[in-house]
């Protein structure tokens, strides 16, 4: 359940069952009731993307702040 006046930030993860109150944090899974934050999203994405790097740059863009891939030096 989230409750009223909740704030997820991008791309949290929410297990079944939690009680969600408050702001949270971009990339945070949250469990429990009430809920924690007890890890990371981008740990799994990032074995995720190990796998298909065809994505990395629509993620990248997706996860980046502005929505804009961030360059790198060779770019």
């Not at 949250?30 to 740059?57: C, F, I, M, N, Y």
Request: aromatic share 8%.
């Amino acid at each position: 359940m989230i409750e009223a006046n909740t704030r997820l930030g991008k791309g949290c993860l929410v297990e079944s069952h939690s009680r969600v109150r408050g702001d949270f944090p971009d990339f945070a899974v949250l469990a429990g009731s009430p809920a924690l934050v007890v890890g990371d999203t981008r740990e799994g994405d990032a074995e995720w993307l190990d796998k298909h790097p065809q994505w990395r740059a629509h993620y990248d863009a997706w996860a980046s702040d502005d929505g804009v891939p961030a360059r790198s030096a060779s770019n």
